[in-house]
């Protein structure tokens, strides 16, 4: 069963995605070709996991990226999967990421980052689909990773979101 502000974070969590799914979406240039753009959606799951893993579960990550990529055409199922076990990944660390400062943990994620999209790239090539070339990869992941602080920043002032204090993290391990 769902508390209160785990049914509130979802909610917004899912009301964000919609919006840069929307965004991503729009039209913005007449047919110029343009810098692959960062990955605001991989940044705002991972700000989330890692600031309030209480609020968001594993099957409203993995059904809002299912979603995008049929909406966007991509290997149905493919991201999502890999961004289901980046995410989960993070969040079995986010105890022993809490007190590390934020250059730290930016660092890390772009670890993390540059292993699914690197393990998205290797199945690709593995089951042969049509792969992008590794510089606009590259130059995706610079945009992702450079993006990330700046999510972070949106996500606290918009959403609240700030990490999780070692008070609240045990009152929520008792609570379940």
Known sequence: MMNRQ???GTVLFCAAMAVLLFLRLLPLSAGA?????ADLELCLVLAWVLRRPDQLAAPVIALVFVLQGIILFQPLGLWAAIVLAGSEAARLREARWRDAPFMVEWLRTAILMGMMMLA??????LFMMPVPALGQVIL???ATVAAYPLVVLAARIVFGLR???PALAEQMRFAR
């Open 6 to 8: 785990m049914l509130i």
């Open 33 to 37: 070709t343009r810098w692959p753009g």
């Open 120 to 125: 998205y790239r290797i199945i690709q090539v």
């Open 140 to 142: 995706h992941f610079i």
């Open 163 to 165: 990490r999780t204090t």
